[in-house]
């Protein structure tokens, strides 16, 4: 199966849905709801009509977004799996998963329990994960000796194709690859980037869909370094 037949980018980026109460790059981020989507429930026709009413709210944010000059954007994307289990909700355990490594090596998520987990859903083919992976890269070699673990999931590509691109622009992090975007779909991930901040006892803290400056990342990274857990396992 190709990646066209596993995910289908669209021609274009277009801002996915924030949060209610969502603030700016600046902004105290404190304030974003408990998790995306979560009255997304499993099952075919449901799907369907949530699909099309993220569609009419991403439309309605464009429009909106556009006017207040906001940066934030990310990639509209369409899954060809169907979501399960509960969303991922602020406060709570981050939703477990297992998948391949690029190296070839199982990742568990739960067995990286005792450190701060920063969690991206991103694709090679997204100019807004291209632009901000140099951040993302220099924020995990600051503070990887704090035991921030950068955990990027990489969605319906081939191995050679994401291998390919991590040599070429020199990405160290840990790279999973989830290619039947079971894992994504768990997410309720419908624009990439999307990022997920769990802290080291495996709960989600934060959360962001579409790009952040440094600034932004480095204040939600912080975040999940200065829990107890964290802090202990950077001693």
Not at 18 to 39: I, K, N
Not at 68 to 88: C, F, M, N, R
Not at 104 to 112: A, C, M, N, R
């Amino acid at each position: 199966m190709d990646d066209a037949q596993r995910i289908h980018p669209p021609g274009g980026p277009l801002p996915a849905p924030p949060p209610a109460g969502y603030r700016d790059d600046e902004a105290d981020d404190a304030a974003l709801g408990q998790g995306p989507f979560p009255w997304a429930v499993p099952g075919p026709v449901r799907n369907v009509v949530t699909s099309i009413i993220v569609g009419v709210i991403i439309a309605a944010l464009v429009w909106y977004l556009d006017g207040q000059g906001s940066t934030v954007t990310s990639q509209s994307l369409t899954l060809t799996a169907e979501a399960s289990g509960p969303a991922p909700r602020v406060g709570k355990p981050a939703p477990d998963f297992r998948l391949v490594g690029l190296d070839g090596k199982p990742i568990q998520l739960s067995e990286l329990r005792g450190h701060p987990v920063w969690l991206s859903f991103w694709a090679t083919w997204c100019p807004p994960c291209r632009a901000e992976n140099p951040d993302i890269q220099a924020l995990y070699e600051a503070n990887k000796d704090s035991g921030l673990v950068v955990l990027a999931v990489n969605i319906g590509e081939e191995s050679s194709t994401v291998r390919g691109y991590a040599e070429r622009t020199g990405l160290t992090f840990s790279i999973a690859l989830d290619q039947t975007t079971e894992v994504a779909a768990m997410y309720r991930i419908v624009g990439i980037p999307t990022h997920y901040f769990i802290d080291a006892d495996g709960v989600v803290r934060d959360w962001r869909i579409g790009s952040m400056s440094r600034k932004t990342m480095d204040r939600k990274v912080q975040g999940i370094l200065s829990t107890p857990a964290a802090q202990a396992e950077g001693r």
